[in-house]
């Protein structure tokens, strides 16, 4: 779902169909339009999920976190982006502003809904975008949630507080294009595309 605060940025529901729970994940702005939509579907958001500490991400975060009364998970190198308004870039844009109380993730760990063990999505830490940049990969529905790692037809802005190419670069050939072909590819700023359509880029095979 499009929002639109300072930037236009993609938030995305992830919803197991049987239970009507599920995750949402990067709220940058309109929370009034993110919570209709939760109370118009009746849907039950166990968790709130940030791909990495940019303000865009998470501009409309304390309202509906207060509204849903639900833990919000970053990476574990979060925090020097989350407390930070340099760093986070809400500084240059809207005035600072900071995120308190996340719970720290790592590469490899999964999240698994409370309603249904089997809906789950696992960690993969891709930094060069920002240290703290992380994928949420669902291997049985094969859609990956990557921030602003990798768009469709190019990759995430590098030039950012912690940003490095060649460490995104790395990050996109071996723990994103390396996913199964068919992998849908949601990101922050792009259209959908798919791991198959990407992978051509990067002289993988």
Known sequence: MPVKGFFEENTYFYIDDKTKHGFLID??????????????????IEAILLTHGHFDHFEALDEVRAALD????????????????????????????LVRGTKPLRDEDELRLAANLDFRLRVI????????????YSEKD??????????????????YPGGD??????????????????TKL???HSEVTTVGDERSRYAIR
């Not at 993110?34 to 849907?43: N, T």
């Not at 830490?125 to 949420?136: A, L």
């Not at 949630?145 to 990759?155: E, L, M, N």
């Open 186 to 188: 949601y990101s922050g």
């Open 125 to 136: 830490h891709t930094p060069g975008h920002t240290t703290d940049s992380i994928v949420y």
């Open 70 to 97: 639900v833990p919000v998970y970053t990476h574990e190198d979060s925090d020097r982006y989350l407390l930070d308004g340099r760093m986070n870039l809400s500084r240059f844009c809207i005035g600072d502003m």
């Open 27 to 44: 709220p940058g702005a309109e929370a009034d339009k993110l919570l209709r939509m939760i109370r118009r579907e009746s849907w039950v």
């Open 142 to 159: 094969r859609v990956a949630f990557v921030g602003d790692t990798i768009f469709k037809g190019t990759i995430g802005n590098w030039q």
């Open 165 to 182: 190419r060649e460490t995104l670069i790395r990050s996109i050939i071996n723990k994103v294009v390396t996913l199964p072909d068919e």
